[in-house]
Nanobody
Framework: QVRLVESGGGLVQAGGSLRLSCAASGYIFSINTMSWYRQAPGKQRNLVATVTNGGVTNYIESVKGRFTISRDNAKNTVYLQMNSLKPEDTAIYYC??????????????????WGQGTQVTVSS
């Protein structure tokens, strides 16, 4: 089973920066898209940014120009550089990966997997 481990969350003042990382491990053959979602208290989980294996990126409007998603395909790792943070960015941030795993006996299978989440808190 493919596993995602996130790191880099924390507490920061408004205007500050944080960098999140998410590393995938397991019988990975390929990862098509890697994404970051976030969930604020009492709200649903929403997509923040996505990067394809070709490096194409997409962002929600509210983070454009402030957040940068990138990935290291050799390390199966995705990053989210967050600058000019605002209190409304406070949420639990989740990493997501979609791809193909190749298990020694079971063979190939599509996967969609989530990280455990990392808390980002921006104080005003």
């Amino acid at each position: 089973q493919v596993r995602l481990v996130e790191s880099g969350g924390g507490l920061v003042q408004a205007g500050g920066s944080l960098r999140l990382s998410c590393a995938a491990s397991g019988y990975i053959f390929s990862i098509n898209t890697m994404s970051w979602y976030r969930q604020a208290p009492g709200k649903q989980r929403n997509l923040v940014a996505t990067v394809t294996n070709g490096g194409v990126t997409n962002y929600i409007e509210s983070v454009k120009g402030r957040f940068t998603i990138s990935r290291d395909n050799a390390k199966n790792t995705v990053y989210l550089q967050m600058n000019s943070l605002k209190p409304e960015d406070t949420a639990i941030y989740y990493c997501n990966a979609v791809g193909l795993e190749r298990r020694p006996i079971a063979g190939d299978a599509d996967f969609t997997t989530w990280g455990q989440g990392t808390q980002v808190t921006v104080s005003s």
